[in-house]
């Protein structure tokens, strides 16, 4: 029994020490930290990731993710209209240097999100990801009928208009 | 001035004519339903005004290069189709001004389909960024687009003398041209993409609105596009000069 204690408490210990090594060595952190907006709106996150080992980190991939936390849908979002950089590759991190990313947003629907970035390093089965960056997207609707109806009926009349204008008139030429 | 009086004879019998002005009432009621479906739309409402108005100055663009086609595929090849291009020149008329006098004409048909967009761009980009520069650049980069693509449609009406083929070609040309819109972001992103971007006078206008507009970017940045439709411009013209010149009954 004491060998079976000791023995799982050895694999905790080896898995908790591992994740604390990977978890240590890549760091990552978003900012800003929190964001009101609304709807069309468009803003930038920054991500950087920090090398805090005294080696190189090679083939770094860093993804900013989002997730509506509204209630009733919750669910995670595919960024396809709303970041058109969604994975950064980062060749090399010297030691104990850092990375800065750029993730431009266009604010697409109405909600209570989280933004995150997440950091895949090859060497570690262990991603890393920032804290979270609440993000609160208000709703605005650039509704307009009234601007554009006069314009969207009236011209083709006109148009129509003088087209008759003019086919009467060839029309008593021709008479 | 003899060009000025073929330009009107054109004017009069292609555009002032109901059949001509069919294509301005069509014109019309394609941006009044492209126009009300962004304003009224609530998912297409979540584009800005400048994307709006991006995007429907690059629609303007494409029809004006359209009837453009359509109308110098006709100029030539459609006089000798109708066996009217004889009599036009036995008339102490030079060929070139003949064709300067056709191109006129193709130029008054974009000066006038500009004119029916312009209230549905105010109405699309009112309150939004960069509305009248906008205006500006697709008065001039529209205007050039026009001539190239009339100039080039009607120098190969004069060559081929079959106003279906040239119409086929032209509209293939048109597709080509049209290609930064069928292709995807990513693929316009590659180096074969960006060199079919930049050598491509439909993308450079394009490219350049979306500078202008959507990123407000000055001068200095489209001058390398602009520069490359003007010398498509001169190019179009040449192409046309050399056709006609070469044209016989």
Same mark, same amino acid.
């Given at each position: 029994?004491?060998?079976?204690?000791?023995?799982?408490?050895?694999?905790?210990?080896?898995?908790?020490? /591992?994740?604390?090594?990977?978890?240590?060595?890549?760091?990552?952190?978003? /900012?800003?930290?929190?964001?009101? %907006?609304?709807?069309?709106?468009?803003?930038?996150?920054?991500?950087?990731?920090?090398?805090?080992?005294?080696?190189?980190?090679?083939?770094?991939?860093?993804?900013?993710?989002? %997730?509506?936390?509204?209630?009733?849908?919750?669910?995670?979002?595919?960024?396809?209209?709303?970041?058109? /950089?969604?994975?950064?590759?980062?060749?090399?991190?010297?030691?104990?240097?850092?990375?800065?990313?750029?993730?431009?947003?266009?604010?697409?629907?109405?909600?209570?999100?989280?933004?995150?970035?997440?950091?895949?390093?090859?060497?570690?089965?262990?991603?890393?990801?920032?804290?979270?960056?609440?993000?609160?997207?208000?709703?605005?609707?650039?509704?307009?009928?009234? /601007?554009?109806?006069?314009?969207?009926?009236?011209?083709?009349?006109?148009?129509?208009?003088?087209?008759?204008?003019?086919?009467?008139?060839?029309?008593?030429?021709?008479? | 001035?003899?060009?000025?009086?073929?330009?009107? $004879?054109?004017?009069?019998?292609?555009?002032?004519?109901?059949?001509?002005?069919?294509?301005?009432?069509?014109?019309?009621?394609?941006?009044?339903?492209?126009?009300?479906?962004?304003?009224?739309?609530?998912?297409?409402?979540?584009?800005?005004?400048?994307?709006?108005?991006?995007?429907? +100055?690059?629609?303007?663009?494409?029809?004006?290069?359209?009837?453009?086609?359509?109308?110098?595929?006709?100029?030539?090849?459609?006089?000798?189709?109708?066996?009217?291009?004889?009599?036009?020149?036995?008339?102490?008329?030079? $060929?070139?001004?003949?064709?300067?006098? $056709?191109?006129?004409?193709?130029?008054?048909?974009?000066?006038?389909?500009?004119?029916?967009?312009?209230?549905?761009?105010?109405?699309?980009?009112?309150?939004?960024?960069?509305?009248?520069?906008?205006?500006?650049?697709?008065?001039?980069?529209?205007?050039?687009?026009?001539?190239?693509?009339?100039?080039?449609? +009607?120098?190969?009406?004069?060559?081929?003398?079959? +106003? $279906?083929?040239?119409?086929?070609?032209?509209?293939?040309?048109?597709?080509?041209?049209?290609?930064?819109?069928?292709?995807?972001?990513?693929?316009?992103?590659?180096?074969?993409?960006?060199?079919?971007?930049?050598?491509?006078?439909?993308?450079?206008?394009?490219?350049?609105?979306?500078?202008?507009?959507?990123?407000?970017?000055?001068?200095?940045?489209?001058?390398?596009?602009?520069?490359?439709?003007?010398?498509?411009?001169?190019?179009?013209?040449?192409?046309?000069?050399?056709?006609?010149?070469?044209?016989?009954?």
């Amino acid at each position: 029994m004491k060998r079976l204690i000791l023995a799982l408490s050895s694999v905790i210990l080896a898995i908790t020490v /591992n994740y604390a090594y990977a978890a240590n060595r890549i760091a990552v952190s978003i /900012n800003p930290p929190f964001v009101q %907006a609304n709807m069309g709106d468009k803003i930038t996150y920054t991500g950087t990731i920090t090398n805090n080992s005294d080696k190189a980190a090679n083939n770094i991939i860093a993804y900013i993710s989002l %997730a509506n936390i509204t209630q009733g849908k919750e669910s995670p979002m595919d960024l396809e209209d709303w970041s058109a /950089n969604k994975a950064i590759k980062i060749d090399a991190i010297p030691p104990h240097g850092t990375y800065e990313g750029k993730w431009p947003m266009r604010l697409i629907d109405s909600g209570s999100y989280v933004v995150y970035i997440t950091v895949v390093d090859k060497n570690s089965n262990i991603p890393v990801s920032s804290e979270m960056s609440h993000l609160d997207i208000k709703r605005i609707l650039r509704l307009n009928p009234n /601007n554009v109806l006069p314009v969207a009926i009236g011209e083709p009349l006109l148009i129509g208009i003088v087209f008759m204008f003019i086919a009467i008139k060839r029309g008593n030429r021709v008479n | 001035m003899k060009a000025a009086y073929i330009m009107q $004879k054109e004017i009069r019998e292609s555009i002032l004519t109901p059949k001509g002005f069919l294509w301005y009432i069509l014109t019309s009621i394609i941006l009044s339903i492209l126009s009300y479906l962004f304003l009224t739309n609530s998912e297409l409402s979540l584009l800005d005004q400048g994307q709006m108005l991006y995007m429907i +100055m690059n629609f303007i663009t494409a029809l004006g290069i359209l009837i453009g086609l359509v109308f110098g595929s006709d100029a030539f090849a459609g006089e000798i189709e109708r066996g009217t291009l004889e009599a036009l020149f036995l008339s102490p008329v030079k $060929k070139t001004q003949i064709a300067a006098g $056709k191109l006129g004409a193709a130029i008054a048909n974009w000066v006038i389909i500009f004119a029916i967009s312009l209230p549905y761009l105010f109405v699309v980009g009112k309150g939004g960024q960069n509305l009248l520069i906008g205006i500006a650049y697709l008065a001039i980069l529209g205007t050039l687009l026009a001539i190239i693509f009339s100039a080039f449609s +009607m120098g190969l009406s004069a060559r081929i003398k079959s +106003m $279906k083929n040239s119409l086929i070609i032209s509209f293939f040309i048109f597709l080509l041209a049209g290609s930064p819109i069928f292709l995807s972001a990513a693929l316009r992103k590659t180096w074969f993409g960006r060199v079919l971007d930049l050598i491509n006078p439909f993308a450079d206008a394009i490219n350049t609105f979306d500078s202008v507009v959507i990123d407000s970017q000055g001068f200095s940045y489209q001058a390398g596009r602009v520069a490359i439709i003007c010398g498509y411009t001169l190019l179009s013209l040449w192409f046309l000069k050399r056709s006609v010149s070469r044209l016989e009954m």
